[in-house]
């Protein structure tokens, strides 16, 4: 009865997730509930595959590679791609399955990469991308004190850097709170509401809390995998993850992302926000 309670007022609370669409949410209409499920060879890895090719000194210091000379664009299929997407996640990224296709998953991943190097992010793989994948920058630390294990969401570059043990585990694009007031009217309980927010992602120091595996529905849409960690905002998957903060206050994730996460992410885990998107 307890559980029930924490998950009615959570619904209440949670912001973030998905896109509304005007008269109706975009997430919460459509027939996605906590029944759907999405399984680890769609999410291209688990979190017990992860952490065999993610952890050690891999992400100490990036093996050697030798770099493809082809562009490569969105939708692109081929060993060339392979080649990238296994670059990728030697490095700590998750482009989702390794099975030679540039799909959504692998350009989140690219978009990561290419932002903790420097570089505008572009679904496009050119010799700018390719050299950086010879030799790699790591992510600025946030926190050089900080846990072991913990989580640093960089609000200026906006990306997501996980820790474990005081490696670098898990490195993912996010989208965080679009920081444009809200008033949105849904119908939530039976009854037409109006929830207004500032649709910010505070910064500060926080603690990951509970968390709901699958479908979670708010009164915002649907969140994937949340895992809370400031009151109703949470890490969680979202199949919108654009390149500029478009939430409603939550850090939404790329799906592959989103699946693996609560494998690699516990209870009491400190969560540290900094910096701030200037459009």
Not at 172 to 182: A, D, M
Request: proline fraction near 6%.
């Amino acid at each position: 009865m307890r559980g029930r309670r924490k998950l009615a007022a959570a619904a209440l609370v949670t912001v973030g997730a998905v896109t509304l669409m005007a008269g109706g949410l975009s997430g919460a209409a459509r027939a996605r509930t906590d029944t759907t499920r999405i399984t680890a060879v769609q999410a291209g890895t688990t979190a017990s595959q992860l952490g065999t090719a993610l952890q050690g000194s891999a992400l100490t210091t990036a093996p050697a590679f030798t770099a493809p000379s082809k562009t490569l664009k969105y939708g692109a299929k081929g060993a060339a791609v392979k080649t990238l997407q296994k670059r990728l996640k030697q490095l700590g990224y998750v482009p989702g399955k390794v099975d030679g296709v540039y799909g959504s998953g692998t350009r989140a991943a690219v978009w990561a990469f290419q932002k903790v190097q420097g570089i505008k992010p572009t679904s496009t793989v050119a010799s700018k991308t390719w050299n950086a994948l010879e030799k790699p920058k790591t992510p600025k630390v946030l926190v050089p004190k900080g846990k072991p294990t913990r989580v640093e969401i960089n609000l200026t570059k906006q990306i997501m850097v996980l820790y474990r043990g005081g490696k670098r585990t898990l490195i993912s694009h996010i989208s965080s709170g679009s920081g444009i007031p809200y008033t949105e009217w849904v119908v939530w309980n039976g009854k037409r509401q109006k929830f207004s927010g500032s649709a910010r992602t505070p910064t500060g120091n926080y603690k990951t809390t509970w968390r709901v595996k699958g479908w979670h529905t708010s009164y915002l849409g649907s969140l994937y995998n949340p895992i809370f960690f400031n009151g109703g905002i949470a890490l969680h998957g979202a199949t919108s993850v654009p390149l500029y903060p478009a939430s409603h206050g939550c850090v939404r994730l790329p799906m592959p992302v989103a699946q693996i996460l609560p494998g690699l992410l516990g209870k009491g885990v400190p969560v540290h926000v900094r910096g701030k998107f200037v459009r």
